[in-house]
């Protein structure tokens, strides 16, 4: 069983952007209960089925597997709830960790995200100075939800 440890926060600049360099995602919910999420995702040419337990701070069970791209694809436009999560992800080395920089499109636009992952969640970690407010434990910032309640709608 894998476990997922990561913090989320929103970013306040663009000091993340000099050198970065992204790939788009698209990702839908199979499933988008608070107990459970299923999700498919494709970045790039390769495509994932994971599912998620739920969250307990900044932990959860999280088990993902690649399932062909094709099959990802068929799901997003025929089975998965609508909308999708829409964004580009781009890597940002800081503080001796891989921050991911999310900038979501679609129904999603405006809002931009930082998470990186930790070994517990007792890690003490250096914040770079282009985020700004924690927003782990908030959930209107779950993928899952900005499924439902897109960032527009707020």
Request: charged content about 30%; hydrophobic content about 35%.
């Amino acid at each position: 069983m894998g476990k997922e440890i990561e913090r989320k926060f929103l970013v306040t600049g663009d000091g993340w952007r000099a050198g970065a360099t992204g790939k788009p995602y698209r990702q839908g919910y199979l499933s988008s209960l608070k107990e459970r999420t299923v999700r498919v995702r494709t970045d790039g040419e390769k495509g994932y089925l994971t599912i998620k337990g739920p969250s307990i701070g900044a932990s959860r069970d999280e088990f993902e597997y690649a399932i062909p791209v094709a099959d990802a694809l068929a799901m997003l436009d025929t089975l998965c709830e609508q909308p999708l999560v829409e964004k580009i992800r781009y890597p940002v080395p800081f503080g001796g960790l891989t921050w991911e920089v999310d900038v979501f499109g679609g129904e999603n636009a405006g809002l931009i995200v930082a998470e990186v992952e930790l070994r517990s969640e007792s890690q003490r970690i250096e914040l770079p100075p282009w985020v700004g407010s924690d927003v782990t434990e908030d959930p209107r910032y779950f993928n899952s939800n900005l499924a439902r309640t897109p960032f527009r709608r707020w």
